[in-house]
């Protein structure tokens, strides 16, 4: 089992849908959960931090964290073509003290 | 505000070849620095962290090696480049001890070993 695991997709939504990200993690000690973006060629950029279970919103971003699932995603919510890019989740894990990052889920938004 | 820069954006470099990649971070002091590769259509993968001047961490075995003269300065390099070594090297940092904190990328290098 990867420690971090995300669908690769592509997962494709119309402009203006909301884009469901999921990423599920392995070790039940991690503590900060981290969703960055990455547009083809350039390097990631962070876009959500989330350290406890609930939702956190941050405009059209929703980031959700269920801990005792092991599951934390991402929402976009009025998604538009410029949202297009591979998302990339990252926890950090208290087991090993790193940062592990996902294989990433490419969001691709129709017009 | 803090910045990070890294150059070259670009490489081409023959098999065999030396290679030197600078990083540098700007506006905070003692930062963690990490260098990532990213192979094409791939994962990142950690390859080297530093939590001060001096003090690198390696975490997979590799003809490279990483350098920490200054504070925020970060140098990854090698003596002889291997065809694997090919993909897209990220210098990130953070601020505070251990990877519990986000990590903040420059804009990379595209390496290609030819």
């Known amino acids: 089992q990867k420690e971090v695991e995300q669908n690769s997709g592509p997962l494709s939504v119309p402009e203006g849908a909301i884009a469901s990200l999921n990423c599920t993690y392995s070790?039940?000690?991690?503590?900060?959960f981290f969703w960055y973006r990455q547009y083809s060629g350039k390097s990631p950029e962070l876009i959500m931090s989330?350290?406890?279970?609930g939702d956190k919103e941050d405009g059209r971003f929703t980031a959700q964290l269920n801990k005792a699932s092991q599951y934390v995603s991402l929402l976009i919510r009025d998604s538009q073509p410029s949202d297009s890019a591979t998302y990339l989740c990252?926890?950090?894990?208290?087991?090993?003290?790193?940062?592990?990052f996902g294989q990433g889920t490419t969001l691709q938004v129709k017009p | 505000s803090q910045t990070i820069h890294q150059w070259p954006a670009t490489l081409v470099q023959p098999v065999g070849s030396p290679l030197s990649l600078e990083c540098t971070v700007e506006?905070?002091?003692?930062?963690?620095l990490y260098w990532y590769r990213q192979a094409a259509g791939r994962g990142l993968q950690l390859l080297f962290y530093?939590?001060?001047?001096?003090?690198i961490s390696s975490e997979v075995p590799q003809n490279l090696s990483a350098s920490r003269p200054q504070d925020r300065q970060f140098i990854l390099s090698s003596k002889k480049l291997l065809l694997s070594d090919s993909g897209f090297y990220l210098c990130?940092?953070?601020?505070?001890?251990?990877?519990?904190?986000?990590?903040?990328f420059g804009n990379g290098t595209r390496l290609t070993v030819t």
């Open positions: 530093s939590v001060g001047i001096g003090q």
């Open positions: 989330i350290y406890s279970n």
């Open positions: 990252a926890v950090f894990s208290g087991n090993t003290g790193k940062l592990i």
């Open positions: 506006g905070t002091s003692n930062p963690n």
């Open positions: 990130a940092w953070s601020v505070m001890a251990g990877m519990s904190s986000p990590l903040h």
């Open positions: 070790d039940r000690v991690s503590q900060s």
